[in-house]
Protein backbone atom coordinates (compact mmCIF):
# COMPACT_ATOMS: atom_id res chain seq x y z
CA UNK A 1 0.00 0.00 0.00
CA UNK A 2 1.41 3.57 -0.63
CA UNK A 3 -0.25 6.94 -0.78
CA UNK A 4 0.11 9.20 -3.45
CA UNK A 5 2.82 11.60 -4.17
CA UNK A 6 5.98 12.21 -6.12
CA UNK A 7 9.19 9.98 -5.77
CA UNK A 8 10.74 12.73 -3.32
CA UNK A 9 7.66 13.19 -0.86
CA UNK A 10 7.91 9.32 0.52
CA UNK A 11 9.35 7.90 3.25
CA UNK A 12 9.15 4.14 3.24
CA UNK A 13 8.39 2.04 6.20
CA UNK A 14 8.56 -1.26 7.35
CA UNK A 15 6.63 -3.16 4.57
CA UNK A 16 4.82 -1.92 1.94
CA UNK A 17 3.00 0.86 3.78
CA UNK A 18 4.31 4.39 2.81
CA UNK A 19 3.58 8.35 4.24
CA UNK A 20 4.10 11.74 2.43
CA UNK A 21 6.93 13.32 4.50
CA UNK A 22 4.38 16.56 5.54
CA UNK A 23 3.33 13.53 7.65
CA UNK A 24 6.73 13.20 9.89
CA UNK A 25 6.93 15.59 12.57
CA UNK A 26 9.57 17.12 13.92
CA UNK A 27 12.26 15.72 16.15
CA UNK A 28 12.41 16.89 19.72
CA UNK A 29 16.04 18.78 19.11
CA UNK A 30 14.75 20.41 16.42
CA UNK A 31 11.94 21.99 18.17
CA UNK A 32 14.63 22.29 20.96
CA UNK A 33 16.09 24.64 18.48
CA UNK A 34 13.14 26.61 17.54
CA UNK A 35 12.65 27.37 21.15
CA UNK A 36 15.98 28.96 21.27
CA UNK A 37 18.39 26.01 22.20
CA UNK A 38 22.32 26.39 21.18
CA UNK A 39 24.28 23.77 20.96
CA UNK A 40 24.86 20.40 19.09
CA UNK A 41 22.42 17.57 18.81
CA UNK A 42 25.34 15.71 20.88
CA UNK A 43 25.06 18.78 23.29
CA UNK A 44 21.43 18.82 24.07
CA UNK A 45 21.40 15.05 24.48
CA UNK A 46 23.83 15.58 27.15
CA UNK A 47 21.73 18.24 28.55
CA UNK A 48 18.67 15.54 29.13
CA UNK A 49 20.76 13.53 31.72
CA UNK A 50 19.84 13.32 34.84
CA UNK A 51 20.53 16.04 37.51
CA UNK A 52 23.07 15.14 40.45
CA UNK A 53 20.78 15.25 43.48
CA UNK A 54 22.84 18.37 44.98
CA UNK A 55 22.42 20.19 42.14
CA UNK A 56 18.57 19.87 41.90
CA UNK A 57 18.86 20.80 46.08
CA UNK A 58 21.11 24.16 45.16
CA UNK A 59 18.96 24.83 41.96
CA UNK A 60 15.51 24.70 44.27
CA UNK A 61 17.25 26.54 46.83
CA UNK A 62 17.57 29.40 44.07
CA UNK A 63 13.95 29.28 43.09
CA UNK A 64 12.64 29.63 46.71
CA UNK A 65 15.39 32.45 47.28
CA UNK A 66 14.46 34.65 44.21
CA UNK A 67 10.50 33.57 44.11
CA UNK A 68 7.53 35.59 45.74
CA UNK A 69 8.29 33.27 48.86
CA UNK A 70 7.50 36.27 51.75
CA UNK A 71 10.68 36.22 53.99
CA UNK A 72 10.36 37.64 57.83
CA UNK A 73 12.09 40.01 59.98
CA UNK A 74 11.73 43.16 62.57
CA UNK A 75 12.08 46.44 62.98
CA UNK A 76 12.35 48.12 65.85
CA UNK A 77 10.55 51.67 66.01
CA UNK A 78 11.85 54.12 68.77
CA UNK A 79 10.16 56.45 70.52
CA UNK A 80 12.76 59.00 69.96
CA UNK A 81 12.82 58.68 66.46
CA UNK A 82 9.52 60.12 65.37
CA UNK A 83 9.50 63.09 63.37
CA UNK A 84 6.49 65.36 62.22
CA UNK A 85 3.64 66.53 63.80
CA UNK A 86 -0.19 66.65 63.94
CA UNK A 87 -0.72 62.98 63.21
CA UNK A 88 1.30 62.07 61.08
CA UNK A 89 4.81 61.03 62.52
CA UNK A 90 7.20 59.15 60.44
CA UNK A 91 10.57 57.55 60.67
CA UNK A 92 13.57 55.99 58.51
CA UNK A 93 14.24 52.14 59.12
CA UNK A 94 16.92 49.50 58.29
CA UNK A 95 15.67 46.31 57.45
CA UNK A 96 17.75 43.05 56.15
CA UNK A 97 17.04 41.73 52.82
CA UNK A 98 14.64 45.37 51.65
CA UNK A 99 15.09 45.66 47.65
CA UNK A 100 13.83 48.72 45.88
CA UNK A 101 11.29 45.62 44.91
CA UNK A 102 10.04 44.82 48.09
CA UNK A 103 6.70 45.02 49.62
CA UNK A 104 7.00 45.80 53.37
CA UNK A 105 4.18 44.73 55.56
CA UNK A 106 3.97 45.05 59.24
CA UNK A 107 2.67 42.10 61.01
CA UNK A 108 2.27 42.95 65.07
CA UNK A 109 1.76 40.77 67.47
CA UNK A 110 -2.11 40.35 69.59
CA UNK A 111 -0.81 42.07 72.43
CA UNK A 112 0.62 45.12 70.22
CA UNK A 113 -2.79 44.91 68.65
CA UNK A 114 -4.11 45.55 71.26
CA UNK A 115 -2.18 48.37 72.48
CA UNK A 116 -2.08 50.60 69.17
CA UNK A 117 -6.12 50.33 69.10
CA UNK A 118 -6.09 51.65 73.06
CA UNK A 119 -3.78 54.55 71.60
CA UNK A 120 -5.80 54.80 68.29
CA UNK A 121 -2.61 54.66 66.66
CA UNK A 122 -1.97 53.07 62.72
CA UNK A 123 1.01 52.42 61.14
CA UNK A 124 1.82 52.20 57.40
CA UNK A 125 4.83 51.49 55.38
CA UNK A 126 6.28 53.06 52.17
CA UNK A 127 9.34 51.69 50.58
CA UNK A 128 10.97 54.26 48.21
CA UNK A 129 13.73 52.75 45.99
CA UNK A 130 14.77 50.47 48.83
CA UNK A 131 14.61 52.82 51.87
CA UNK A 132 11.87 51.91 54.35
CA UNK A 133 9.98 54.80 56.12
CA UNK A 134 7.54 54.17 58.90
CA UNK A 135 4.85 56.15 59.45
CA UNK A 136 2.41 56.61 62.72
CA UNK A 137 -1.34 58.40 62.46
CA UNK A 138 -2.68 59.08 65.30
CA UNK A 139 -1.07 59.84 68.36
CA UNK A 140 2.83 60.19 68.44
CA UNK A 141 4.20 56.91 69.68
CA UNK A 142 5.76 56.94 73.55
CA UNK A 143 7.26 53.84 73.12
CA UNK A 144 9.88 51.63 71.52
CA UNK A 145 8.44 49.04 69.19
CA UNK A 146 9.81 45.78 68.34
CA UNK A 147 7.80 44.65 65.04
CA UNK A 148 7.62 41.71 63.04
CA UNK A 149 7.61 42.55 58.92
CA UNK A 150 6.68 40.31 56.14
CA UNK A 151 8.82 41.82 53.21
CA UNK A 152 7.56 40.48 49.64
CA UNK A 153 9.64 40.89 46.42
CA UNK A 154 6.94 42.14 43.85
CA UNK A 155 6.78 43.57 40.70
CA UNK A 156 5.40 47.00 39.56
CA UNK A 157 4.80 46.88 35.54
Known sequence: ???KGSAESVIKLKG???LPKAIQGKSAYEIAIEEGFKGTKKEW??????????DVKQMVNEIIKNSAIAKIGNVTLLASNWVGTDSLYSQVVTIDGVTENSQ?????SVEQLAI???KDLTFVTENEDGVVTVY???QRPEND???QVTITE???E
Do not use: Q, R, W
Not at 104 to 108: E, F, G, I, R, S
Open 136 to 138: AIG
Open 1 to 3: MSV
Open 104 to 108: VDLTP
Open 145 to 147: YNI
Open 154 to 156: VEY
Open 116 to 118: FYD
Open 16 to 18: SLS
Open 45 to 54: LASLKAIAPE
